[in-house]
């Protein structure tokens, strides 16, 4: 498969859209985002993914605090997911994502809204 070699993390990624179909599936996308979470919390606990929810990390400028972001999810100490419950993605939303991953160093990042017809996700790499 010409291109794959170069896709960051494609097992774990394709492994997480699977489940993150598999909650879709199971209860839609009319439930609060809380509950989304935890569903997604619960696929990976059954498949052993190593994860961990509502992280914090700082944001520095010379080496000083200035404030701090939440990610919905690390999963591997890799890839950050983010979470939405809506029919698209936002400039915001990308920008969001952009930003955790600038101050995280992390290479991937995956937005996923649930929407009415499915979820669309949306891969986010860290150009530096």
């Known amino acids: 498969m010409e291109g794959y070699?170069?896709?960051?993390?494609?097992?774990?990624?394709?492994?997480?859209?699977?489940?993150?179909f598999e909650v879709?599936?199971?209860?839609?996308?009319?439930?609060?985002?809380?509950y989304i979470q935890s569903a997604i919390a619960k696929i990976f606990r059954e498949n052993k993914i190593d994860f961990q929810?509502?992280?914090?990390i700082d944001l520095k400028f010379k080496d000083e605090?200035?404030?701090h972001y939440f990610f919905d999810f690390l999963i591997g100490n890799?890839?950050?997911?983010?979470?939405k419950r809506r029919e698209y993605f936002s400039?915001?939303?990308?920008?969001?994502?952009?930003?955790?991953l600038k101050t995280s160093g992390l290479k991937l990042g995956i937005i996923?809204?649930?929407s009415s017809r499915g979820i669309k996700?949306?891969?986010?790499?860290?150009?530096?």
Do not use: A, T
């Open 5 to 20: 070699d170069k896709i960051v993390y494609p097992e774990l990624s394709y492994q997480i859209i699977g489940m993150l």
């Open 24 to 34: 879709w599936n199971g209860i839609g996308y009319s439930h609060k985002e809380k």
């Open 53 to 56: 929810e509502q992280i914090k």
């Open 65 to 67: 605090k200035i404030g």
């Open 78 to 83: 890799k890839i950050i997911l983010e979470i």
């Open 91 to 100: 400039k915001h939303d990308i920008d969001q994502v952009y930003s955790y």
């Open 112 to 114: 996923v809204c649930f």
């Open 121 to 128: 996700f949306k891969r986010i790499l860290n150009i530096r």
